[in-house]
């Protein structure tokens, strides 16, 4: 039997490339690799540790299933669900709280960059947000977890809860270990200081943004003071961000992209790099538009998933509230 895999994107706005490459394009290869039995889920309930306006989340939930399937994954291939539709997930969280340390949340540093970054809107379930991601993946029985760097902190506390709850309870969880991809870290093209995010749109190269919108983008990205196309991250910072672009949109390396623009500017540079992000976008565009035509196709296709992942995560929480004493009148 495949080893099971168990990832989730939050819905917060439209996804930009670097959350494709980081993660859907990432997705989908493990998928296609026919290595794992794959869990994917939409992680509304993560979500809402953010400001949002409650009439958008439904939108919002919605644009990233089109996302799912637009990218290639396939309800044949693998279990795409909503996280909320779930109440397991919820319920198993409120139990590992009781097994975890407070002092192990205050380690994590992804709550003390959120909470920096916003902090009219430090709320419980920021703190709480690991044991959260820890029970979306006991509830699968998974082994597999694909993360970036900044997640690998609460992967661990997920392994060291495994731990705890088995020498306490008697073994039932297995311990998660992280699936690393090489991911190109990409920069906000209007300051390649900081990293790309939705809240600078500017700096963004969203997947739905129309052909002209790209080249527009790409033609006002800021570039370095020298004129050679050519990677160097520290002394070009700007130009090596959008060789990266350009690279995860070509498939070329770096030398060939340097020798490819070798004696020509960054006018040049851009334009190509433009119609290369135009050219990779299109396919994924196209199916989404596609998509969007078949929304009942698609709602039975998530409420099917939906009953997938339920019975397979209630059978887990009772066997859990077994091992905690709690089935008895349940």
């Not at 709550?111 to 993946?137: C, E, H, R, T, W």
């Not at 020298?226 to 995860?248: C, F, G, H, Q, W």
């Not at 039975?300 to 939906?306: L, M």
Request: aromatic share 10%; charged share 25%; net charge positive.
């Amino acid at each position: 039997m495949k080893p099971i895999l168990v990832s989730g994107i939050q819905p917060t706005g439209k996804l930009h490339i670097g959350n494709y490459l980081g993660a859907l394009k990432n997705f989908v290869e493990l998928q296609n690799s026919g290595k794992y039995q794959c869990f994917f889920f939409v992680a509304d309930l993560h979500s809402l540790t953010k400001e949002y306006d409650p009439k958008e989340k439904p939108k919002q939930i919605e644009n990233l299933i089109l996302d799912f399937f637009a990218a290639g994954i396939d309800p044949k291939k693998s279990v795409t669900f909503v996280q909320s539709a779930i109440p397991a997930h919820s319920e198993l969280a409120w139990i590992l709280n009781t097994i975890t340390p407070f002092g192990e949340l205050l380690r994590m540093t992804q709550f003390k960059d959120k909470s920096g970054a916003a902090p009219q809107n430090i709320n419980a379930g920021l703190f709480d947000y690991p044991v959260l991601m820890a029970a979306d993946i006991f509830l699968y029985n998974a082994r597999f977890v694909p993360v970036g760097e900044d997640q690998l902190q609460h992967l661990e506390l997920a392994r060291t809860l495994t731990r705890k709850f088995n020498s306490k309870f008697g073994k039932i969880f297995m311990e998660p270990f992280p699936v690393m991809t090489e991911v190109p870290r990409l920069m906000s093209m209007d300051d390649p200081t900081h990293k790309m995010s939705k809240s600078r749109p500017e700096g963004c190269l969203f997947l739905d943004d129309e052909p002209d919108v790209i080249r527009k983008k790409i033609t006002r990205a800021v570039t370095d003071s020298e004129t050679e196309v050519r990677m160097d991250v520290e002394r070009k910072p700007a130009i090596s961000n959008l060789m990266r672009i350009y690279s995860a949109m070509t498939g070329k390396n770096f030398m060939e992209i340097e020798e490819c623009f070798k004696g020509k500017g960054y006018g040049e540079f851009k334009k190509a790099l433009a119609e290369a992000a135009v050219k990779g976008l299109a396919p994924f565009q196209k199916k989404k538009k596609e998509l969007k035509k078949h929304r009942a196709a698609l709602q039975k296709i998530i409420t099917a998933g939906n009953k997938k992942a339920s019975v397979i995560a209630s059978k887990k929480l009772l066997t859990i509230k077994r091992k905690l004493g709690l089935s008895a009148f349940s």
